[in-house]
Structure formats: structure tokens, C-alpha cells
């Protein structure tokens, strides 16, 4: 497995099936990548009508080859690529990569033909990158498997894609500015190896030392999450995900013919795992840059000189709204600065040395913020001035990058006026930001990665459940064909899992239910019971605070003839008649599955203002408790629940174990669709949290 893997990356031998004498052809131009790039392996272009080309043997078939071979490259039209597999086999290949064209992203037939290939595959034992791909470069191994135009220089990066347009947009802009990348892999349909196998394949390489990534859905959500969470500790993983808007999202499944999840699920999942999310691709180059160049910092706090009053003011804009911190030099620095500057420059963050700056006031300043512990990065920023030095300048900005362990970021501003610095500034690997605001938001990702990355990793978290009694009433409840828990279903379920709810008891008339309230004690909450009555207060179908039998009578009664106005032809199986819960906050705890990623787990503030006010937070399950304490503080309601104002806080851990339990259950019962808790009444500090309504919806597993 390990070694299929690879072989895409480091052959020692490449067959290209269906090479082409012809420039200009797909068959043509990879042949000719891996000749001009000097891979120094075995080359063998199949086409049974040459005999040569660029001063290569072509063989007829890929039998005919007399040695071993490692990687096939099949660029022949999609119906013959299933022979092309078989033969692969035959020979004993076990990676090919399939440039061809004419499956799942041209429609049905060519949607059938790629499950026949991965089945073939699968039979054959070999792993595929494609169909419909650009091939795959690596810089280390001279090995340009593609039919890109041309090869970036060596370095640090390494890109995946599911456009292989985008690709070679990438290149294109790597060797105009100078970034090396380790690899590029054009993922074409990926009807084989997916994102997650090529992140597993750079988490290994030890060039590569930034992942970035171009993604339009994923193939395995559940599983790129795992492999995503472990590898982001090591190496910075940014992607851009495109399909986040409803729109995006059409073209993005017309484009590769698959499924964009949803954005918001994308965003929890990536969020949790680690990844850096890039909202556009220049925002992935931006990111990708600082990373590739320079140290994580150290510390949070991002250090800003400037020339000019404007761009600094921009800069701690840009801090404000992105989260990143700004923090000042050392009272003793500043008073030594103060002595090298003019009297009317400032020494606070962003420091102002005016418009007359030379480099050495750059330097100085520089200087000051590198031995200043509180201190976690600069930024330069210029602005080309009658007096400004700009080559001098980049080359302080460049010497203090090369010999400090803190971050260094330019926004030298302008084109012409700034041209020779900025050539400076690229040989010395300093990232230039054309606007301030941009280097800001690197600065801030580049410090919320170091606090990921120290963040201790903490395993799921485990309640204790009675799961056999859960399943044996959703399998009944499924064999009598019904696709939602009936009451006292779901506040058994819930008890199996220790979340405790107010004494209920279902009474099938007015009668019935008097007595019911004597045994649980007045006031009570009459509920009605219907299968075809889901939101029961919409119908008139709550009454809370019923104090004694004779308006219990009245209620009832009242109920039964809203409820049945309401939905003439619901029948009304009787009420719930439930203790009374007067104190606590209303909350909601939910589950549900989403397509990509599964059980994604909701909190926030309940009740009947839930979809107005939309104060929730997400999480993909499993869950810990680091992910519930932050669920909670992430709702914009949390000081109501901490306490404010004298009041009393709420039992925040009781809460906890709810939102705990709820993905547990989620992750245990694949059955279970859907659940809600709405309300959960959060009790006072050390007095719990009670489930007052819940539904639970149920499917056969697909
Ligand atoms: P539904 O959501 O179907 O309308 P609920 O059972 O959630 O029905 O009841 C609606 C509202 O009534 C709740 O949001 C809550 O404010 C109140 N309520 C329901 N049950 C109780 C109870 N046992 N104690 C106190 N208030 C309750
Ligand atoms: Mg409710």
C-alpha cells in the first residue's frame, strides 16, 4: 500500500500509455515534461504506431517493455483505459496515473465507466490518481508526471487540487514569484486515492513543510478529519474550499460531479481539525507564503513600522477585525527609541518613524522588537517617499528575518517605487503583502496555528450509557414502522444516558389525567400526545401552570378543541401531564447527521425563540470537554447562563454532559437521524439540567 503510494512520487520507472509524437498533445507534453525535467528513472512512451520519440524507445504495448515499471501514466481515450488497467496489472504496476478524460464529470455513461475503473482497480490491486487529472509533480524526484507547462522550483510547499486548472495557475504564479513547492497533485475525479491518502503521503514527506490544498467537496469527510487532526499538529494545512455558497455549490458539483457539503458543516469540521480555511485562493497564497517562509511566532503579539500614518492605521484595522494582537515594546525599548527618533514619531504600536525615514530608523526599531520578549513578530510596512530607502531598507527587513526566530512580514506598498526591495525581500524569503491588511491576517493565522498546535490533545469523551436498551427500542420502534420515538421512548432513551427529565406520565383523558397530577404534585404541564403534532405549542397544545383538578379539567378540554381545530385529522393519542419546572434557562441541545461529516452535534439558547434568534454553536461528534466548554462560551447568550446581574450562574457542567450524551447517542445509534432537546432547562449551579421536550427521529441504516 505504502509502496503504491509511493510510486507516485518517487518511481524508478514511468510508462507513458498513449504518448504522442505530436506537440501540443496531452501524450506529447508529459513525455516531454519528464525528459525536460531530467527524471532521472527509466521513460517508456507506449503507442503502437512510433518508434521513437524525443530520443526515446516507444514500445508497442506496455508488455513489450522488458523491465520492471512502477508508475504508468495512461493518457489513451476513457473506453480504452480499462484495457490499459489490465495490462498495467499484467505487468505488475501497481500506480497509475489517469490523465484521461470521459468519466464522471461528463455524465451518466462516463459516471458508469468510472465505477467499472475503480472496480477494475480494486480487482487489479492497483491504486489510481484520476481520472481526469493534470498528473503529479515532485521537485525532489525530477519528476514532472504531467502535462502542466512547466516545473516549479524546489521547496517547502506542497498543493493538492481538485482543479487541475487551478494547478497550473499555481505554477504559473510559483515560478514568477520564486516559491518552490515539494509536490503538486492534480486529483482529478478521485475515484481512487482521495485528498485524505495525498495529505497522509505530505504529512510523511519531510520536504514538505506547508500543505495546501484546493478542495471542492470531499470524498470522506469522517475519515479526512481524523488524518487532518493529527497531521495539522506537525505541518499547517490550509485550504481553500470553494461550493460555500449556495451557488458555489451548483457549479461546484456540475463542475466534478460530486456533492458539495454543507458550508457550515465545512466550516465546524475544518475549524476543529485544525485546518487554516483560505476564503479565496489569494488568501491560500497569502497564508502559504508566511508559513512556507517563516517561524511560527511565539507569542500573539505583532509588531508594526511604518513610514507613513495611513497603512499603520490600516494594519491595526486589520488586527482588530481578524483577532490578531498588536503589543507594545518594553517601556525601557521605547525610551531608548524615543533618543533615535524624532520627537514627533510614536514608539506605540504601530510605531510611526514618518515619512522621512531612512533605513536606519527601520533598523533600530527592528532592532528593539526582536529583543523585546513581548514581542512576537514585525511587520514592515513602506511607502515609497521622496527620502524613503527602499533597497536598504529591504535589505534590514531581510538581514532581521535571517537572524531572528521571529516572524518577519513586509507590506512594502506600490509597484514601481518599490520593485528592487521587493526582488530583496524575495531572495531573503520574507513575504511582501501589496496591502498591510493582508499581511496582518497571515500574522494572525500563522499565531492561531501555534495555539492549535499547543493545544493538548484530548480524547472523546465517554458517558455512561445503557446502549442495549437504547437499541432494542429503536429496532422495535423501526419494526412497527414508525420513524420517530414515542414519548415515553425518547425520556427513556434519554434516562439510558443520564440525562434527566421532569416526572411525566401520559394519561388517555381528562380523568386519567387529574390523577396523573395528584401523583406528581401541583402545577403541572399538560402536553398533547399526537404522532401528527410535532410543535405542540404552535397548536395550543402546552399549557404550563396548571395549579389544581378543576383547571386542569378546563385545560384540558380547552386543548383538545384548539388541537383538533388546529389539525382536524390528527389523532390525538391523550396528554403528557409533567412536573412543573418554574426556575432555570431555556437551551437547546440537538443532534443531526450531515452528509460529509456525520453527527454534528448543536447547542444554544432554546426554547420558542430558538430559530429567531439563531445563538448556537456546532461541533462535529465525537466530542470532549474542551469542545463543550467552548460550545458553550461560543453562544453569544453565555453571560446569561455564567451569571449576570446577581443572578445565580447555571450548572454549566450539567449542561456539558447533556451536549456529551447527545453526541454519544448520535455516534452509537447510526439510526438515530435526529434528535432535540428544546428546551433543556439549565437549573441553578449544582442543580442540574432537565430535558423538558425531546424528539428523536429514527431510519433503517442505508
Ligand atoms: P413544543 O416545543 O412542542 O411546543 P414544549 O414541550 O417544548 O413543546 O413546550 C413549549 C414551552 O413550554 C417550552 O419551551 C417551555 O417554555 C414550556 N414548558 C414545557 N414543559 C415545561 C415544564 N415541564 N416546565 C416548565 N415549562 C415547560
Ligand atoms: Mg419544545
Given at each position: 500500500m505504502q509502496d503504491s503510494i509511493n510510486n507516485f512520487f518517487k518511481p524508478e520507472s514511468v510508462a507513458v500509455i498513449g504518448s504522442s509524437r505530436i506537440p501540443g498533445k496531452v501524450g506529447h507534453d508529459i513525455v516531454s515534461n519528464l525528459v525536460r525535467y531530467e527524471f532521472p528513472g527509466r521513460i517508456y512512451p507506449i503507442n503502437p504506431k512510433a518508434d521513437e520519440m524525443l530520443g526515446l524507445k516507444v514500445y508497442p504495448d506496455i508488455l513489450s517493455v522488458e523491465s520492471d515499471i512502477n508508475l504508468a501514466v495512461v493518457v489513451t481515450p476513457a473506453k480504452s483505459v480499462l484495457s490499459a488497467l489490465d495490462d498495467c496489472a499484467k505487468k505488475g504496476v501497481k500506480s497509475a496515473i489517469i490523465i484521461s478524460a470521459g468519466f464522471k464529470e461528463g455524465g451518466t455513461d462516463g459516471a458508469e465507466l468510472e465505477i467499472e475503473l475503480l472496480k477494475r482497480a480494486k480487482e487489479l490491486g492497483m491504486r489510481i490518481i484520476g481520472p481526469n487529472c493534470l498528473g503529479v509533480i515532485d521537485t525532489y524526484s525530477n519528476l514532472n508526471a504531467s502535462f502542466a507547462a512547466d516545473m516549479p522550483e524546489k521547496g517547502n510547499i506542497s498543493f493538492l487540487s481538485q482543479s487541475g486548472a487551478l494547478c497550473t495557475a499555481m505554477l504559473d504564479w510559483a515560478l514568477s514569484e520564486h516559491v518552490g513547492f515539494s509536490k503538486m497533485v492534480s486529483l482529478g475525479n478521485k475515484c481512487d486515492i482521495d485528498e485524505t491518502d495525498i495529505l497522509n503521503a505530505f504529512a510523511a514527506d519531510e520536504k514538505t513543510k506547508v500543505i495546501i490544498g484546493y478542495i471542492e467537496a470531499l470524498s470522506d469527510g469522517t475519515r479526512f478529519m481524523k488524518a487532518v487532526k493529527q497531521i495539522s499538529k506537525t505541518k499547517p494545512i490550509i485550504i481553500a474550499k470553494s461550493g460555500s455558497t449556495s451557488v458555489g455549490a451548483r457549479a461546484a458539483s456540475s463542475h466534478t460531479g460530486s456533492l458539495a457539503g454543507s458550508n457550515m458543516a465545512y466550516d465546524v469540521a475544518f475549524w476543529q481539525s485544525g485546518i487554516i480555511r483560505a476564503n479565496t485562493m489569494q488568501e491560500l497564497i497569502d497564508y502559504a507564503l508566511a508559513f512556507s517562509y517563516q517561524p511560527i511566532p511565539q507569542n500573539p503579539g505583532l509588531l508594526i513600522v511604518t513610514n507613513a500614518g495611513g497603512p499603520g492605521i490600516l494594519a491595526a484595522d486589520a488586527a482588530g477585525l481578524s483577532g490578531a494582537r498588536l503589543s507594545d515594546l518594553d517601556s525601557q525599548s521605547k525610551e531608548e527609541l524615543k533618543s533615535h527618533l524624532p520627537p514627533t514619531a510614536s514608539v506605540e504600536n504601530p510605531i510611526d518613524i514618518l515619512g522621512d525615514a531612512k533605513a536606519?530608523?527601520?533598523?533600530?526599531?527592528?532592532?528593539?522588537?526582536?529583543?523585546?520578549?513581548?514581542?512576537?513578530?514585525?511587520?514592515?510596512?513602506?511607502?515609497?517617499?521622496?527620502?524613503t530607502q527602499v533597497e536598504e531598507t529591504a535589505k534590514i527587513v531581510a538581514a532581521a528575518s535571517k537572524t531572528s526566530k521571529k516572524p518577519v512580514l513586509a507590506s512594502f506598498m506600490g509597484k514601481e517605487g518599490v520593485a528592487s526591495g521587493l526582488r530583496i525581500l524575495q531572495k531573503s524569503n520574507v513575504p511582501n503583502y501589496p496591502y498591510p491588511e493582508r499581511a496582518v491576517f497571515a500574522f494572525q493565522k500563522m499565531y492561531h496555528y501555534k495555539s492549535w498546535q499547543a493545544s493538548p490533545y484530548a480524547p472523546p469523551e465517554t458517558i455512561e450509557a445503557d446502549d442495549e436498551r437504547v437499541s432494542s427500542m429503536v429496532s422495535i420502534a423501526l419494526e412497527e414502522g414508525r420513524n420517530r420515538l414515542t414519548h415515553e421512548e425518547i425520556y427513556e432513551v434519554f434516562s439510558c444516558y443520564g440525562i434527566r427529565s421532569p416526572k411525566s406520565i401520559v394519561a388517555r383523558d381528562g380523568n386519567g389525567a387529574v390523577s396523573c397530577a395528584e401523583?406528581?404534585?401541583?402545577?403541572?404541564?399538560?402536553?398533547?400526545?399526537?404522532?401528527?403534532?410535532?410543535?405542540?405549542?404552535?397548536?395550543?397544545?402546552?399549557?404550563?401552570?396548571?395549579?389544581?383538578?378543576?383547571?386542569?379539567?378546563?385545560?384540558?378540554?380547552?386543548?383538545?378543541?384548539?388541537?383538533?381545530?388546529?389539525?382536524?385529522?390528527?389523532?390525538?393519542?391523550?396528554?403528557?401531564?409533567?412536573?412543573?419546572?418554574?426556575?432555570?434557562?431555556?437551551?437547546?441541545?440537538?443532534?443531526?447527521?450531515?452528509?460529509?461529516?456525520?453527527?454534528?452535534?448543536?447547542?444554544?439558547?432554546?426554547?420558542?425563540?430558538?430559530?429567531?434568534?439563531?445563538?448556537?454553536?456546532?461541533?462535529?461528534?465525537?466530542?470532549?470537554?474542551?469542545?463543550?466548554?467552548?460550545?458553550?462560551?461560543?453562544?453569544?447568550?453565555?453571560?446569561?447562563?455564567?451569571?449576570?446581574?446577581?443572578?445565580?450562574?447555571?450548572?454549566?457542567?450539567?449542561?456539558?454532559?447533556?451536549?456529551?450524551?447527545?453526541?454519544?447517542?448520535?455516534?452509537?445509534?447510526?439510526?438515530?437521524?435526529?434528535i432535540d432537546i428544546n428546551p433543556l432547562k439549565a437549573l441553578p449551579f449544582g442543580k442540574g439540567a432537565l430535558a423538558v421536550d425531546g424528539r428523536v427521529s429514527i431510519g433503517e441504516l442505508k
Amino acid at each position: 500500500m505504502q509502496d503504491s503510494i509511493n510510486n507516485f512520487f518517487k518511481p524508478e520507472s514511468v510508462a507513458v500509455i498513449g504518448s504522442s509524437r505530436i506537440p501540443g498533445k496531452v501524450g506529447h507534453d508529459i513525455v516531454s515534461n519528464l525528459v525536460r525535467y531530467e527524471f532521472p528513472g527509466r521513460i517508456y512512451p507506449i503507442n503502437p504506431k512510433a518508434d521513437e520519440m524525443l530520443g526515446l524507445k516507444v514500445y508497442p504495448d506496455i508488455l513489450s517493455v522488458e523491465s520492471d515499471i512502477n508508475l504508468a501514466v495512461v493518457v489513451t481515450p476513457a473506453k480504452s483505459v480499462l484495457s490499459a488497467l489490465d495490462d498495467c496489472a499484467k505487468k505488475g504496476v501497481k500506480s497509475a496515473i489517469i490523465i484521461s478524460a470521459g468519466f464522471k464529470e461528463g455524465g451518466t455513461d462516463g459516471a458508469e465507466l468510472e465505477i467499472e475503473l475503480l472496480k477494475r482497480a480494486k480487482e487489479l490491486g492497483m491504486r489510481i490518481i484520476g481520472p481526469n487529472c493534470l498528473g503529479v509533480i515532485d521537485t525532489y524526484s525530477n519528476l514532472n508526471a504531467s502535462f502542466a507547462a512547466d516545473m516549479p522550483e524546489k521547496g517547502n510547499i506542497s498543493f493538492l487540487s481538485q482543479s487541475g486548472a487551478l494547478c497550473t495557475a499555481m505554477l504559473d504564479w510559483a515560478l514568477s514569484e520564486h516559491v518552490g513547492f515539494s509536490k503538486m497533485v492534480s486529483l482529478g475525479n478521485k475515484c481512487d486515492i482521495d485528498e485524505t491518502d495525498i495529505l497522509n503521503a505530505f504529512a510523511a514527506d519531510e520536504k514538505t513543510k506547508v500543505i495546501i490544498g484546493y478542495i471542492e467537496a470531499l470524498s470522506d469527510g469522517t475519515r479526512f478529519m481524523k488524518a487532518v487532526k493529527q497531521i495539522s499538529k506537525t505541518k499547517p494545512i490550509i485550504i481553500a474550499k470553494s461550493g460555500s455558497t449556495s451557488v458555489g455549490a451548483r457549479a461546484a458539483s456540475s463542475h466534478t460531479g460530486s456533492l458539495a457539503g454543507s458550508n457550515m458543516a465545512y466550516d465546524v469540521a475544518f475549524w476543529q481539525s485544525g485546518i487554516i480555511r483560505a476564503n479565496t485562493m489569494q488568501e491560500l497564497i497569502d497564508y502559504a507564503l508566511a508559513f512556507s517562509y517563516q517561524p511560527i511566532p511565539q507569542n500573539p503579539g505583532l509588531l508594526i513600522v511604518t513610514n507613513a500614518g495611513g497603512p499603520g492605521i490600516l494594519a491595526a484595522d486589520a488586527a482588530g477585525l481578524s483577532g490578531a494582537r498588536l503589543s507594545d515594546l518594553d517601556s525601557q525599548s521605547k525610551e531608548e527609541l524615543k533618543s533615535h527618533l524624532p520627537p514627533t514619531a510614536s514608539v506605540e504600536n504601530p510605531i510611526d518613524i514618518l515619512g522621512d525615514a531612512k533605513a536606519d530608523r527601520y533598523d533600530i526599531v527592528i532592532e528593539k522588537a526582536m529583543k523585546s520578549d513581548s514581542v512576537g513578530g514585525v511587520l514592515a510596512l513602506l511607502t515609497p517617499q521622496s527620502v524613503t530607502q527602499v533597497e536598504e531598507t529591504a535589505k534590514i527587513v531581510a538581514a532581521a528575518s535571517k537572524t531572528s526566530k521571529k516572524p518577519v512580514l513586509a507590506s512594502f506598498m506600490g509597484k514601481e517605487g518599490v520593485a528592487s526591495g521587493l526582488r530583496i525581500l524575495q531572495k531573503s524569503n520574507v513575504p511582501n503583502y501589496p496591502y498591510p491588511e493582508r499581511a496582518v491576517f497571515a500574522f494572525q493565522k500563522m499565531y492561531h496555528y501555534k495555539s492549535w498546535q499547543a493545544s493538548p490533545y484530548a480524547p472523546p469523551e465517554t458517558i455512561e450509557a445503557d446502549d442495549e436498551r437504547v437499541s432494542s427500542m429503536v429496532s422495535i420502534a423501526l419494526e412497527e414502522g414508525r420513524n420517530r420515538l414515542t414519548h415515553e421512548e425518547i425520556y427513556e432513551v434519554f434516562s439510558c444516558y443520564g440525562i434527566r427529565s421532569p416526572k411525566s406520565i401520559v394519561a388517555r383523558d381528562g380523568n386519567g389525567a387529574v390523577s396523573c397530577a395528584e401523583m406528581i404534585g401541583f402545577p403541572v404541564v399538560l402536553k398533547v400526545v399526537s404522532q401528527q403534532i410535532s410543535h405542540k405549542s404552535d397548536v395550543g397544545g402546552v399549557r404550563v401552570g396548571v395549579r389544581d383538578s378543576e383547571g386542569l379539567r378546563l385545560a384540558y378540554q380547552e386543548m383538545m378543541d384548539n388541537c383538533t381545530a388546529a389539525v382536524p385529522d390528527a389523532f390525538i393519542e391523550g396528554v403528557v401531564v409533567q412536573e412543573m419546572i418554574e426556575r432555570g434557562k431555556e437551551l437547546i441541545v440537538g443532534g443531526q447527521r450531515d452528509p460529509q461529516f456525520g453527527p454534528m452535534i448543536m447547542f444554544g439558547l432554546g426554547g420558542i425563540y430558538v430559530e429567531s434568534l439563531q445563538d448556537v454553536s456546532f461541533r462535529v461528534a465525537p466530542l470532549n470537554l474542551t469542545d463543550t466548554t467552548l460550545m458553550l462560551r461560543e453562544i453569544r447568550s453565555f453571560p446569561i447562563l455564567a451569571g449576570m446581574r446577581g443572578e445565580e450562574p447555571c450548572d454549566l457542567e450539567a449542561i456539558q454532559k447533556v451536549i456529551l450524551a447527545i453526541s454519544q447517542l448520535m455516534e452509537r445509534h447510526p439510526e438515530i437521524e435526529e434528535i432535540d432537546i428544546n428546551p433543556l432547562k439549565a437549573l441553578p449551579f449544582g442543580k442540574g439540567a432537565l430535558a423538558v421536550d425531546g424528539r428523536v427521529s429514527i431510519g433503517e441504516l442505508k
